[in-house]
Antibody, heavy 121, light 108 residues
Framework: QVQLQESGPGLVKPSQTLSLTCTVS??????????WSWIRQPAGKGLEWIGR???????NYNPSLKSRVTISVDTSKNQFSLKLSSVTAADTAVYYC?????????????WGQGTMVTVSS | SYVLTQPPSVSVAPGQTARITCGGN??????VHWYQQKPGQAPVLVVY???DRPSGIPERFSGSNSGNTATLTISRVEAGDEADYYC???????????FGGGTQLTVL
């Protein structure tokens, strides 16, 4: 049973870089049928896709965040990571990592529990 | 970019049928996925590729997609179905995922 777990600081200062890691357990991140994604949700609001990465390192980002986002993968640790630079209060949200399944025509079939990140001085 | 439009809220009595719509330009040509999110929890996939169910999802959850509207149908609604529901597609023209704004389902 594949599980995802987010980790990282819960508080980030404005203008700094938000860094989160998602650890994949119960399966290999290098499986060819999946992409690995980050999604966020501000309190009381809807879901916003941030971006995705394939194990080859190929990435796609939400155009609205593209200039500030970097997603990377470490197959040796079975992890992938998110960096969001120059954060403001608008980046305060619950951040989820999720598996994006090509087998299910690109549905997010497994999600982490989410981690709350607050941007505040 | 591609926009998905959902009604903010839908209300239904227990035992009745709930229908939640997701509107988008020619959405019938795309694969639509639906997620259920209960308060304080991560979303759960309940329907993928318009009308298929992941294992463990009750048959009461079904979907359809045609023209400019996709629909999630929940039959014999139970109190435990009360949640937010989101539709999602992959926008191939811009190479990114798009979510609808979400619909809050209230069981009266």
């Amino acid at each position: 049973q594949v599980q995802l777990q987010e980790s990282g600081p819960g508080l980030v200062k404005p203008s700094q870089t938000l860094s989160l890691t998602c650890t994949v357990s119960g399966g290999s991140i290098s499986s060819g049928s999946y992409y690995w994604s980050w999604i966020r949700q501000p309190a009381g609001k809807g879901l916003e896709w941030i971006g995705r990465i394939y194990t080859s390192g190929s990435t796609n980002y939400n155009p609205s965040l593209k200039s500030r986002v970097t997603i990377s993968v470490d197959t040796s640790k079975n992890q992938f990571s998110l960096k969001l630079s120059s954060v403001t209060a608008a980046d305060t949200a619950v951040y989820y990592c999720a598996r994006w399944s090509a087998l299910l025509l690109y549905a997010f079939d497994i999600w982490g529990q989410g981690t709350m990140v607050t941007v505040s001085s | 970019s591609y926009v998905l439009t959902q009604p903010p809220s839908v209300s239904v009595a227990p035992g009745q049928t709930a229908r939640i719509t997701c509107g988008g330009n020619n959405i019938g040509s795309k694969s639509v996925h639906w997620y259920q999110q209960k308060p304080g929890q991560a979303p759960v996939l309940v329907v993928y590729d318009d009308s298929d169910r992941p294992s463990g999802i009750p048959e009461r959850f079904s979907g359809s997609n045609s023209g400019n509207t996709a629909t999630l149908t929940i039959s014999r609604v139970e109190a435990g179905d009360e949640a937010d529901y989101y539709c999602q597609v992959w926008d191939s023209s811009s190479d990114h995922a798009v979510f609808g704004g979400g619909t809050q389902l209230t069981v009266l």
